[in-house]
């Protein structure tokens, strides 16, 4: 029975792109080559985002202005029902913390 001669052989990964280098008389990974980085920067989805993000921003700054707006006239509503409220209330003098004494 005659031995075959067996020589290292290249793999390569059907799922990632990495390239092996196998030693077929010892079974063992000789050598790996990670797969190429891919670039995930995609300059279209990148200005997508950013058109994205600054239509939510305008949006916020929008419902924050109308917010201001309406800020004055609920303050005025809070101040108008606590002077409702007090105009009953007969006028004291306040307590001080010597008076406790």
């Known amino acids: 029975m005659a ?13 990632c792109g ?9 079974h063992a990974v000789l050598e790996h080559v990670p797969p190429p980085k891919k670039s995930d920067y ?5 200005l997508k985002g950013l058109s994205e993000a600054e ?19 609920l303050l005025e509503r809070k101040f108008e029902e606590s002077l409702k409220k007090r105009k009953d ?4 003098k306040p307590l001080r913390d010597i008076d406790i004494d």
């Open 42 to 46: 995609d300059f279209d989805e990148q």
């Open 3 to 15: 031995k075959k001669a067996k020589t290292a052989f290249e793999v390569a990964c059907p799922h």
């Open 55 to 73: 239509r939510k921003r305008d949006e916020l700054f929008r419902q924050q202005m109308e917010a201001e707006k309406g800020r004055a006239k």
């Open 18 to 26: 990495a390239k092996l280098t196998v030693d077929g008389e010892m």
């Open 89 to 92: 209330e007969p006028v004291t």
